[in-house]
């Protein structure tokens, strides 16, 4: 300013002439003026407004400080190519810069920094308005906008920054003000969007100023601009304050300004835009164009992804209810009378998708009722929109099934209203409202003929109730007359209201009115057709052409019930002209007659029978056809239309299942999917000509051959792209969410199939399931069988189905025609029926999962069910081992539609599933033996998946029910296992043996078998168990074949309990099945059953049954104790035929010995649940027994935490649960195919040792069992085989390995106080084990500690026998310096088990033992040759020595012995 000048002495010219500054004319008037307080205010004021009105800020600083100022033009600072760049200058000395320059003007700081950035902004957006973006910066204006944001929020931080004055400079450069710097300006906290949009005086042009940038905010992000992801969060950040701060209850402004402009911007901001996208639409906007673009990027802010976080709150139902208002109400130009004649052209097909499509992303935040409740309210309190409400009420039912009866009611509460009081008002929404619905079809809504029949053909009318209400009704109808279209005309006269005869004169008035108004139409209701849909939106079909219509209608109908159509019966009296004059006509159409005669001759020979013929016309109709035979080329008159007339309609229907099948896939187009099926529903009906609106009230009964299904080319075309379609669909959905999360899709699919197309949809999956269902691919087989399912859930909706014989003559539901498609005769018709089933019941218990049992029955026929019960049984040996809680298999649908679907494995986790071993449970969908008789017998023996001896296998395993004998012809293996069981059930029954008789001899069989069994080689060799096994085994199948009093006898003796045939089959059990015919300690199912059932048979003979059968298994705990192991480990399915028998002949509860296996299942089931466990019952080996064979059934990762239970139970029991745990761990290894897996075994042996180490419980016995101990050796050597007897060295040191890796230290640790080591006989029985092991080695039994084939090494550094021998020596050596002194002697014992070259080393052991520590030696004779004192290393050195040398031996014996 030092160069500023006045240009006369007023201003301040000086003496002499000089010029004073204007800092010196300030001071002198200073000095002529009194300092007053407000004057000095008022002064500093003036100069704040002289400033905030300069235009030039840069130029006014210049001129404040003369050249050093330069550099504070921000103009160059923010330019990131300036070399006087902001790098140069830093923040603090630009802050120090401003607030040396405020304090010379004497102004705030914080609004002088203010006018300044708001200057450089205004330059940013000028420069950025010269782009093609009004919106959006370029890439170098958003940098410098960058670095200007960066000073702005450092002097914010310092308080030099006011954001008031900030925003009023920012409004003065509103026309050059750019919608992306406002973004950025809140985004980074410089002024929130809420204080800029209220400093601005007016509210109005500041709603404006915003709807002209968000509309081209969104015409650039359609546009697909290089920033649109700018611009997309810049839209997504402004709608989230827009419907936060507009549609909040109670505002919460923490700011200074006026707390109620930003609620007010921002409701017109939103209503702007609303209403230029409704208006857009209605003015008929062009596709593709800036205001399409517009419109449709805007309607997507109403997603859930665009209002983000504030989705959680109560602002956006606020808003959308109110978007809601505002569309139905906006601009209600049309009347109630426009709507009666136009909306034909609103339903949801017809509508513009911009809307339907915001319709459906409204109907995301608000449920059915409140939708059908706000429309409510609208209509009763506003004046709406009719085009816009209709245009509502159809994407209504179409997106949401249950609005059908939300409408309903409403419509009910309407019309009771209307005819309460005379209300126009609501008679006139009821009736636009059902017709607007009803153009959906039958899958949303009922017709309108079907509503206005309910409504008045009855006395339970709204009418009837009195004269005032039917003058109401027609003087309401008549009123419609002159806007009515043709179709609603038609319905009203040909279902006319119930009307008292006294008031017939308002019926005929009505009907003249209306026929008066058809024939301004041009239309005539005797002209009619039958079919014609009277719902429909197209035009009035010619007479002769609804005539051939109608004719394929009633031909196609009585084709499916076999009945002439009462729709043709009514016709031939009630409207007998269009009858004679059109349909007959049509019908009878002269051409060449088939040799077979097909439907049309069918039904013009019941129409004749029926006298609906004249004579003389069918006269003519023969003769004509007979001179069409003659002149073949004058038939091309009765020929239907070319099939080129259905491929337009076929090829619109195709395209629209292409579009719904591209909707499956992509998640985020599921709200369009009701809609895509309302499309198809339309183009389906066009694409098979069927136009009448009751598509299902004509077919009372669907007439289908399942020998001989028979469809049109048309219908087959068609219904082949339907099923195609859902299959198609359904593996899309599928690879997106599980059945449970993908909506209804499937059920809106499956309603377009019923109703006219549902009996053309039967035969045609008669056609793919009973004749082609081998051919088919898993996912056609998937998607039939889920639409099965839905059609069972329509099942109440649907006809009943008349297959014909050899089915029942009574009509099938739905969902029971798929049991009789599916056959079970061949291979592949089993596999064929399996799939099936098992993707049926699979897809239901997923889709339905949270509905009741009774439900899911509801939906799949018993029949089904119960086939898969057979073929799972049937097919797979695994599905008949009795299941354990732990054997719940958890269903996943996702293995099922995949490329490589193991249908084996899918139906064996449907077989183990809770929920379906649950629904079992009931009667009706439990396969009984009549029902798994009459499987089998429709199987063909030479076409059978199975061999004789699998399907003899199979038997054994059936239930045990009545038999139930049909006259098929079947399987003679059937009928011989039939004969057996009725010999079997007639033994039992035999009068003529007396109670208390017993053959005193065994039966001969017996001694054949061990005569046979005498004549093979003895010995383990592979060969020769393998001999033994196979005799054996045809033993079993023997019998098992027989009647069960072959192993037991007819009946018992108190005097003599036991009889010759018990003892022989004892024997048998004890010497051969108990090694060859038995696994993990229990028999086979299936011979323990056989056993099970003749004692008790023998027993019920006796003169105290319950008496006999508790002496009977108490002789068999110390005679054959294998038995009652067999008995515990199959309980589950043994339980159920035994309680059976018994209460046949008894009342009274199980004898306590079967109570005690019962005890022993239950103990066994309770240990291993989370709640607390019962005591275990005695015997302590029977539940021993019982809690392992639970163990193998219980998940690996159980295992360890369930077993901490056993600190509490009794020493006994731990001891017989260890020798069953290490038998497990042996069985795990000699079969390749057992259930329990080698390292789960070692774990389970383990945990069992250390509960026995932790109580001092002494377990060695285990390992020295003889049959002269009468406490452990005698019963547990007839439980487990001689092979597993012979593998205890193997199960010693297997049981140990862990202990074998571990140093001295670790291993004290393991045994707590050394209780195994300290004991006296720890180091002989780990010498014997270990010489025994040896002896198994130089014999050859290798294969025992090696895996066996296709099982991968599960212990670790037990992958051949040398290393278990080398680790077994190792653990001796560790063993050894921790034994007392008493474990030393009787060395003698050992070695005289075993045979001299293998017994060396252990001879040197006994003289070694002179050389040992002193006090150890328990012989005198070598005492005197001890050393004095040895230390641990010393003696460690001398065990290893020892041993090594005897391994050497061991290595020249094996050589000598081979």
Same mark, same amino acid.
């Given at each position: 300013m030092a160069d500023l000048r006045v240009p006369n002495a007023a201003s301040g010219q000086g003496p002499g002439g000089r010029r004073r500054s204007w800092a010196e004319l300030l001071a002198g008037r200073l000095k002529r003026q009194k300092y007053h307080p407000e004057r000095a205010q008022k002064l500093k004021d003036s100069a704040v407004r002289l400033l905030r009105s300069h235009q030039d800020l840069n130029a006014l600083l210049l001129e404040v400080e003369g050249p050093p100022c330069k550099k504070l033009s921000l103009s160059k600072l923010i330019d990131c190519d300036s070399s006087e760049a902001y790098a140069n200058h830093s923040s603090s000395f630009i802050g120090s810069a401003l607030q040396d320059q405020a304090s010379r003007l004497g102004i705030p700081v914080g609004v002088l920094s203010a006018g300044m950035v708001a200057s450089s902004v205004g330059q940013v957006c000028t420069a950025a308005a010269e782009t093609s973006h009004p919106v959006l910066l370029t890439v170098e204006q958003r940098k410098k906008l960058s670095s200007l944001l960066e000073f702005a929020q450092y002097l914010l931080a310092h308080s030099m920054f006011s954001r008031l004055s900030f925003c009023q400079e920012l409004w003065k450069i509103q026309n050059s003000l750019l919608l992306e710097v406002v973004w950025h300006l809140h985004v980074q906290g410089i002024v929130s969007l809420q204080e800029l949009l209220e400093s601005h005086p007016d509210m109005h042009a500041v709603g404006a100023w915003l709807f002209r940038n968000l509309c081209c905010l969104c015409e650039q992000i359609e546009a697909s601009c290089q920033h649109a992801d700018v611009a997309r969060a810049m839209l997504s950040d402004f709608v989230q304050m827009f419907v936060l701060r507009g549609f909040q209850k109670n505002s919460d402004l923490r700011r200074t300004v006026e707390p109620e402009k930003m609620p007010q911007v921002a409701a017109d901001v939103l209503q702007r835009m609303l209403i230029f996208a409704l208006d857009a639409l209605a003015a008929g906007v062009q596709e593709e164009s800036s205001t399409h673009k517009t419109v449709r990027c805007w309607f997507g802010v109403f997603?859930?992804?665009?209002?983000?976080?504030?989705?959680?709150?109560?602002?956006?139902?606020?808003?959308?209810?109110?978007?809601?208002?505002?569309?139905?109400?906006?601009?209600?130009?049309?009347?109630?009378?426009?709507?009666?004649?136009?909306?034909?052209?609103?339903?949801?097909?017809?509508?513009?998708?911009?809307?339907?499509?915001?319709?459906?992303? %409204?109907?995301?935040m608000l449920s059915p009722e409140e939708l059908v409740g706000h429309l409510q309210e609208v209509l009763e309190t506003q004046e709406v929109h009719w085009q816009r409400v209709l245009s509502f009420v159809s994407a209504l039912v179409v997106c949401f099934p249950e609005a059908q009866q939300l409408l309903e009611d409403w419509v009910a509460r309407l019309m009771a209203q209307a005819f309460e009081s005379c209300q126009l008002d609501s008679m006139v929404t009821a009736f636009l409202v059902v017709r607007q619905a009803a153009l959906e079809g039958p899958s949303a809504f009922q017709s309108y003929a079907d509503w206005f029949k309910a409504s008045f053909g009855s006395t339970r009318g709204y009418h009837g109730c009195s004269k005032k209400a039917l003058v109401f009704l027609f003087t309401f109808l008549s009123d419609l007359v002159p806007f009515e279209s043709a179709r609603y005309l038609q319905v009203h006269i040909l279902h006319p209201p119930l009307v008292p005869s006294k008031y017939r004169s308002l019926l005929t008035d009505y009907i003249s009115l209306a026929k008066t108004r058809l024939a301004d139409l041009k239309v005539s209701i005797e002209s009619m057709g039958l079919y014609e849909d009277l719902s429909s939106a197209g035009d009035i079909t010619e007479p002769h052409s609804q005539a051939l219509q109608d004719v394929e209608k009633a031909i196609m109908v009585f084709e499916h019930t076999g009945k002439i159509p009462v729709t043709v019966m009514e016709a031939s009296i009630f409207r007998r002209p269009y009858y004679v004059s059109h349909f007959l006509p049509a019908l009878l159409t002269p051409r060449v007659l088939p040799e077979a005669p097909d439907s049309r001759v069918a039904f013009i020979e019941s129409l004749k029978r029926a006298d609906k013929i004249p004579p003389s016309l069918y006269s003519t109709y023969c003769q004509a056809c007979s001179a069409a035979e003659?002149?073949?080329?004058?038939?091309?008159?009765?020929?239907?239309?070319?099939?080129?007339s259905a491929e337009e309609p076929l090829e619109q229907l195709t395209a629209a299942l292409g579009e719904l099948r591209a909707s499956m896939a992509d998640p985020s187009q599921c709200d369009v999917i009701s809609a895509q099926v309302a499309v198809i529903s339309e183009r389906l009906r066009a694409a098979l000509g069927h136009s009448e609106d009751d598509s299902s009230a004509e077919i009372s009964k669907i007439q289908l051959s399942i020998n001989a299904p028979r469809l049109e080319p048309r219908e087959c075309m068609a219904v082949d792209l339907l099923l195609t379609s859902f299959c198609q669909n359904l593996m899309a959905a599928s690879s997106v969410a599980p059945p449970e999360r993908q909506g209804p899709w499937a059920t809106l699919f499956m309603r377009t199939m019923c109703g006219r197309v549902l009996p053309a949809v039967l035969t045609r999956l008669c056609q793919l399931l009973h004749h082609q269902g081998p051919s088919l691919s898993a996912p056609h087989v998937l998607g039939l069988a889920a639409l099965a399912v839905h059609l069972g859930e329509s099942r109440s909706a649907l006809p009943e189905v008349d297959v014909?014989?050899?089915?029942?003559?009574?009509?099938?539901?739905?969902?029971?025609?798929?049991?009789? %498609?599916?056959?079970?005769?061949?291979?592949?018709?089993?596999?064929?029926?399996?799939?099936?089933?098992?993707?049926?019941?699979?897809?239901?218990?997923?889709?339905?999962?949270?509905?009741?049992?009774?439900?899911?029955?509801?939906?799949?026929?018993?029949?089904?069910?119960?086939?898969?019960?057979?073929?799972?049984?049937?097919?797979?040996?695994?599905?008949?081992?009795?299941?354990?809680?732990?054997?719940?298999?958890?269903?996943?649908?996702?293995?099922?539609?995949l490329p490589s679907a193991d249908w084996q494995r899918a139906a064996l986790s449907l077989w183990t599933h809770r929920t379906f071993r649950e629904l079992l449970k009931e009667e009706d969908v439990h396969l009984t033996y009549q029902d798994w008789l009459y499987l089998e017998l429709e199987i063909q023996p030479e076409a059978d998946a199975l061999s004789d001896t699998e399907r003899s296998r199979s038997y054994d395993h059936s239930e045990n029910s009545d038999l139930v004998f049909g006259g098929r012809p079947g399987n003679e293996d059937i009928i011989s296992r039939l004969q057996e069981m009725v010999a079997d059930l007639e033994l039992q029954q035999d009068p003529s043996v007396p109670l208390g008789h017993t053959p005193s001899q065994g039966h001969f069989l017996f001694g054949i078998f061990c005569r046979r069994l005498q004549a093979l080689t003895s010995g383990w060799s592979v060969a020769a168990s393998l001999q033994r096994q196979r005799e054996l085994l045809m033993y079993k199948r023997i019998l098992l074949r027989l009647p069960s009093s072959v192993l037991c006898g007819s009946s018992f003796q108190a005097e003599q309990p036991i009889t010759a045939r018990c003892k022989q089959f004892f024997h048998l059990v004890n010497s051969e099945m108990r090694n060859f015919c038995s696994h993990g300690g229990a028999l086979t199912q299936d011979i323990t059953a056989h056993?099970?059932?003749?004692?008790?048979?023998?027993?019920?003979?006796?003169?105290?049954? /319950?008496?006999?059968?508790?002496?009977? %298994?108490?002789?068999?705990?110390?005679?054959?104790?294998?038995?009652?192991? /067999?008995?515990?480990?199959?309980?589950?399915?043994?339980?159920?035929?035994?309680?059976?028998?018994?209460?046949?002949?008894?009342?009274?509860?199980?004898?306590?010995?079967?109570?005690?296996?019962?005890?022993?299942?239950?103990?066994? /089931?309770?240990?291993?649940?989370?709640?607390?466990? /019962?005591?275990?019952?005695?015997?302590?080996?029977?539940?021993?027994?019982?809690?392992?064979?639970?163990?193998?059934?219980?998940?690996?990762?159980?295992i360890r935490k369930q077993l901490t239970k056993l600190d509490c139970e009794r020493e006994e029991l731990l001891v017989f649960l260890f020798f069953f745990s290490l038998m497990g761990l042996l069985s795990s290894h000699l079969t390749s195919n057992s259930a329990t897996d080698p390292s789960k075994a070692l774990d389970v042996c383990a945990a069992v040792l250390e509960c026995l180490e932790k109580r001092k419980i002494s377990w060695l016995a285990l390992f020295q069992l003889t049959e002269s101990d009468l406490r452990l050796g005698r019963l547990l050597l007839r439980v487990a085989p001689d092979q597993h007897t012979r593998l205890l060295p193997f199960t010693f040191y297997s049981s140990l390995q862990p202990l074998v890796t571990m140093s001295i230290s670790s291993l004290l640790s393991y045994f707590h106080d050394d209780a195994a080591i300290r004991e006296e006989a720890f180091l002989h029985v780990a010498v014997d084990m270990y010489l025994r092991l040896v002896q198994l080695f130089v014999a050859g039994d290798t294969s025992t500690v090696s895996p066996p084939a296709g099982r991968s090494l599960e212990l670790q550094g037990q992958g051949n026998p040398v290393e278990l021998i080398t680790k077994a020596r190792l653990f001796l050596l560790q063993l050894i310096p921790r034994c007392p002194k008493k474990s030393f002697s009787h060395m003698a014992e050992v070695t005289s088990r075993h045979p001299p070259w293998a017994t060396w080393g252990t001879r040197e052991i006994t003289a070694a033992w002179a050389t040992c520590p002193p006090g150890w030696q328990c012989d005198a004779t070598v005492s005197a040759r001890a050393p004095s004192l040895w230390s641990e290393a010393q003696w460690t050195a001398w065990a290893e020595d020892l041993l090594l040398s005897h391994s050497c031996w061991l290595i020249v014996g094996t050589a000598t012995q081979r």
């Open positions: 997603s859930g992804h665009v209002l983000g976080s504030v989705i959680s709150t109560d602002s956006p139902k606020r808003f959308f209810s109110h978007t809601l208002t505002q569309i139905l109400t906006h601009s209600p130009l049309l009347k109630a009378s426009d709507a009666v004649q136009m909306q034909r052209e609103w339903s949801f097909a017809r509508t513009h998708p911009l809307l339907t499509a915001l319709y459906r992303r %409204l109907f995301v003659e002149k073949p080329e004058d038939a091309a008159l009765g020929v239907r239309a070319e099939p080129s014909g014989p050899p089915a029942p003559d009574a009509g099938l539901p739905v969902p029971a025609l798929f049991d009789s %498609l599916l056959t079970c005769r061949t291979r592949d018709s089993l596999l064929f029926c399996l799939k099936f089933c098992t993707a049926a019941i699979s897809y239901s218990l997923c889709k339905f999962s949270s509905q009741s049992r009774d439900i899911l029955r509801s939906y799949l026929s018993p029949g089904l069910i119960k086939k898969f019960q057979f073929l799972v049984f049937r097919l797979f040996s695994e599905a008949r081992q009795p299941l354990s809680q732990e054997d719940a298999a958890s269903l996943s649908w996702r293995p099922l539609y056993f099970f059932r003749g004692l008790l048979n023998a027993c019920l003979r006796s003169r105290d049954p /319950s008496l006999m059968v508790d002496f009977m %298994l108490a002789k068999c705990q110390t005679k054959c104790p294998l038995i009652l192991t /067999s008995a515990l480990l199959w309980w589950p399915s043994l339980e159920p035929v035994l309680l059976c028998q018994w209460r046949r002949h008894c009342q009274s509860p199980l004898p306590r010995e079967l109570q005690k296996l019962q005890e022993g299942r239950q103990f066994a /089931s309770d240990f291993l649940s989370p709640n607390a466990a /019962s005591p275990a019952p005695n015997p302590a080996w029977l539940s021993a027994a019982a809690l392992h064979f639970a163990i193998q059934q219980v998940r690996e990762e159980n």
